[in-house]
């Protein structure tokens, strides 16, 4: 039943390949959004909540070259960016296909 709501709502999880990782914080609007577009994608994606840990933003800021905003996602160790990168890689139609690898 959930493979026909899926196909019904152009959800294709089982295409999905890619390791997703995304720092966030809790309250983030921006990190829901984001979260939100991936679970729509049928993502399993590895969430770092960084509130209040400075160690994490830390290792999040080395990982991204120095960016300290949440969200910050990678597709298989690949900085995708924030929320706003992540919705216009899905507008451009990369997106899935990045998932897909």
């Not at 152009?10 to 966030?24: D, F, N, Q, S």
């Not at 829901?32 to 840990?53: F, S």
């Not at 080395?62 to 597709?75: D, H, L, Y």
Request: glycine fraction near 8%; aromatic fraction near 8%; charge should be neutral.
């Amino acid at each position: 039943m959930l493979d026909s709501l899926n196909a019904l709502l152009g959800r294709h999880p089982e295409r999905v390949k890619a390791h997703v990782e995304i720092y966030t914080w809790q309250t983030c609007p921006y990190c829901i959004r984001a979260k939100m577009l991936l679970w729509w994608k049928g993502v399993n994606y590895t969430e770092y909540k960084i509130d209040g840990n400075g160690a994490a933003r830390v290792k999040m800021a080395e990982r991204t070259n120095g960016r300290r905003t949440v969200p910050q996602i990678f597709i298989n160790d690949q900085h995708i960016g924030g929320c706003d990168d992540l919705y216009e890689l899905d507008t451009k139609g990369q997106l899935d296909p990045l998932l897909a690898q």
